[in-house]
């Protein structure tokens, strides 16, 4: 790293010195013998993607502490609209440090996290809930911008992101309103910085049997880096009046170990998005399990084609073995030339979508191989609960300029992941994350991220 990332180091050090006291002071109550039951629809969590075979996850589940078990337990008393209330807490420090290929840089060091409030349901019927964002500058100097940690200007982030009802028929249909968290293929969170992407629209989601339906249009997204919510047109990169999308998706578990899914995303006068994808799970013994999968996604411009008149596509598929808490997995891609894949509205769910790059662009074949290991498991004679370390490694070839039809240089990227989510102190959770991008230039773009995540749980 330069000289320039010692203050940050320095600052982040600082930072959990000044975190663990508060942390250690939140442990002392004990849990309650009988939480509360949850509202199935409170999907509130980062998802860990476990079943991606190679890529490594945005953000992982964090086993939360309960802090005020008493009133927990008075709670449990009053009518379900009450006695159901989880007020959660998540505290973040983020360091972020990338040396780029050409000889710019990007750093900074914010801390935040977010408040988040949901209600129990109301004669079973309606809930609310309301999440609050923030993220501050502890150290941005003015010579590296682009971390996505903070408002592109280096200024800090304070915004309700998530503000819904929701009224419910059983599991059968949730209706869903203003702003809220969306995760559904290539409209989610991206929840890789400070803050996730949240969407203000309409959702209308339930489950029938094996089958489980997701609708709704969206008018507008709240970027990771921005305080402000803006057209999902906008964010596609079009100009001119603010344009929503339509989502539409459906995922069916017909037997055990199949999940197939297929999603529509159509951008109004931008471009539509249908993608699908069949992941199979084959449990062997307790010890092992194999996992492989296939996906597709098609891509083209629609109505007025206010990004360019384009259509691309992109194909992938992946296996793994996972083998007393050792995971070893391997993929490939293969995208149009056309043009590149687009997903202005989250992470691209492909199977290679590593920590710098996303190996979906004009004409790429792409291969990669990833190996990790839950130092919780059996395999080694000895274990350290909590700490997972995951290795990746992934080319992409024959890539194109697909304006131009020029050739590109093939594209390297090694990545380090650990994970540490702190026994001794429940809710707390360590991550070092840092990537290696080789991609035709003398220099090899760098990048480290350091983030320490608290969650706990107030109510």
Known sequence: MSERSVPSVLALMLAVLVLLPSVAVAQAPTQPTAPAEVPSDQRSLPVDRDEDFVRSPDTVRIPRPEIFPRLKEYLSTLPPFFRDTSLKLRSRTFYFNQQNDNGTASEALATGGWLQYTSGWLLDTFAVGATYYTSWPLYAPDCCPGTLLLTPGGGAIGTFGEAWGALRYQDYALLKGYRQRVEDGYVNPRDDRMVPNTFEGVTLSGTVDWAKYDLGYLTQIKPRDSNDFIPMSRQAGASGDGKGLILTSVTLTP??????????????????????????????????????????????SVGEERVGDFATWNVGAGMRVVWRGLSVGTAAHFTGADASISSPWGTWPGYLSLLVTDFDRANEKAFGVGMKYDFGGTLLPWRIPGLTVQIIYAQGNDRIDPGAGKAQPTTYEGDLDIIYNVPAIKGLSLRFRNGYVGGGNPQTLKQFRLIVNYELGLL
């Open 255 to 300: 037997i055990k170990g199949l999940a197939l899914y297929g999603g529509n995303f159509y951008g109004l006068d931008v471009f539509n998005t249908a993608f699908g994808k069949a992941e199979y799970t084959h449990t062997t013994s307790e010890d092992l399990k194999l996992q492989f999968g296939l996906q597709y996604t098609d891509q083209r």
